[in-house]
Each structure stands twice: as C-alpha cells, then as structure tokens.
C-alpha cells in the first residue's frame, strides 16, 4: 500500500513568514499533485509535478519534486493570510488511484 | 462553466438509516469519482466511473455502500445502513479523462454526513 506521509500536520505563522511542507514516502509515484482545501469546499489542485528533481512556481508558491520521485516540497515565501488552508498531496503510480496524504492545516495570521 | 455540483451540503442520521448523496459533474467529463474524507485524514476513494461504467470499486465498503451513474451524468451514492464511522465529508470529483497520471480533478463542495 502506498502511503504519504506530510510534515508538519499543522503550522501556524505570521503573515510574511516563509515556511515548507513536506510530502514523503518509501513508494515512487510517476506524479505527485499538490492541492489546497479550505473549510466547506473540496481540495483544489495547484500543481502536478512529473520529473524527479522538477521544480514549478506558481506566484510565491515553489514546488518540488524529489529525485527519486518518493517525496515532494512546497514552500511558500511571504505567507498571506489568503493562504490559509489545508495543503494536500497526492500521489499516482502508473494507473493506481490518486493516494491522499492527511495534509498540513496552514494557519496565516495577520 | 459551471463546476460539480452536490447535494445535500449537510445531512445528520441515526445510525442504522439510510441516506444518499447526489453529485452532477462537469459537462462533457466522462470520469466521476466518489471519496470519503474523514476528519483529519486525506480523501480516499471508494469508486471510479468511466462514463456509466465502473472502473475502481476495489475500496468501496460493498455491503453497505452502493452507487450509481445509470445515464453516464450524474451520480449517487447510497450508505444503508449507515455506522458511526460513515460520518465523513463526502466528495464527488470528475474530469475529463481518464489516465490518472496527468489528470486533473474538479472536486465539488463535499456533503458533509454525521451519524449519531
């Protein structure tokens, strides 16, 4: 069973902060997507990362892809309070189903 | 363009009863998925469909659990008889294709169920 594990399960910081979170896993996965969810709505995708070593941008959000395509990293430079959410990724093997990690609950206070 | 639409938002039961859930995707998405989200916890599937035909049901609770997508649109989902540890945001999702590699998925707002 493949298994992501995210780090950490909740982080709380100031609006200009930066910070990462972090996707890992023993299983490679052929893509890894990144989505955010905020309370009511369901998780919307920000970005699929299909290389290892791949490195997207997407405005102040980095993504990375690892190597060996077991683990993934987004940072966030100058955290605003629009960022809060719940970040989720998720993972894909050839023709398996998406597998979800539990998320990281990002808090941004003004 | 409209996204995918769910009903009801809410719904609180007893446990023992019965209730379902209805999800119409994107028009002209072929694929429609059914997760359950459980406080804390990430999505999981319980089923695929590829139009009206079902492609993943591997994790679907099947004696409980049942659904349908008779014309290939909409869908619904049915828990009978519904258990404390149903009590789960449900999520409807669809897209266009079905290669999940590179596939992009609409998630609609989720019914969010409570078994008491």
């Known amino acids: 069973t493949q298994l992501l594990e995210q780090s950490p399960q909740f982080l709380s910081i100031q609006e200009g902060e930066n910070l990462t979170v972090y996707c890992n896993s023993s299983s490679v996965f052929s893509s890894l997507q990144w989505y955010r969810q905020e309370?009511?709505?369901?998780?919307?995708?920000?970005?699929?990362?299909?290389?290892?070593?791949?490195?997207?941008k997407l405005k102040r959000l980095t993504f990375q892809f690892g190597d060996a395509?077991?683990?993934?990293?987004?940072?966030?430079?100058?955290?605003?309070?629009?960022?809060?959410?719940?970040?989720?990724?998720?993972?894909?093997?050839?023709?398996?189903?998406?597998v979800f990690g539990k998320g990281t609950r990002l808090s941004v206070i003004a | 363009e409209a996204g995918v639409a769910q009903?009801?938002?809410?719904?609180?039961?007893?446990?023992?009863?019965?209730?379902?859930?209805?999800?119409?995707?994107?028009?002209g998405h072929a694929t429609l998925y059914w997760y359950q989200q459980i406080l804390?916890?990430?999505?999981k599937l319980?089923?695929?469909?590829q139009n009206n035909g079902v492609v993943d049901d591997s994790q679907l609770p099947k004696d409980r659990f049942s659904a349908e997508r008779l014309?290939?649109?909409?869908?619904?989902l049915k828990i009978q008889p519904a258990k404390l540890e149903d009590s789960a945001v449900y999520l409807c999702a669809s897209s266009l294709h079905?290669?999940?590699?590179?596939?992009?998925?609409y998630f609609g707002p989720g019914t969010r169920l409570t078994v008491l």
């Not at chain 1, 309370?39 to 997207?56: D, F, I, R």
């Not at chain 1, 990293?73 to 998406?98: E, K, R, V």
């Open chain 1, 69 to 98: 395509r077991k683990d993934s990293s987004l940072h966030i430079t100058a955290a605003q309070p629009g960022d809060t959410g719940l970040y989720l990724c998720a993972g894909t093997s050839g023709n398996t189903p998406l």
């Open chain 2, 98 to 105: 079905s290669s999940r590699a590179l596939n992009t998925q």
């Open chain 2, 46 to 49: 319980l089923i695929q469909f």
């Open chain 2, 40 to 43: 804390g916890q990430g999505p």
């Open chain 2, 7 to 27: 009903s009801p938002r809410y719904k609180i039961i007893e446990k023992r009863q019965s209730v379902a859930f209805w999800c119409n995707p994107i028009s």
């Open chain 2, 71 to 76: 014309k290939g649109v909409d869908s619904t």
């Open chain 1, 39 to 56: 309370p009511g709505e369901g998780p919307v995708l920000l970005v699929t990362v299909v290389t290892g070593g791949e490195v997207k």
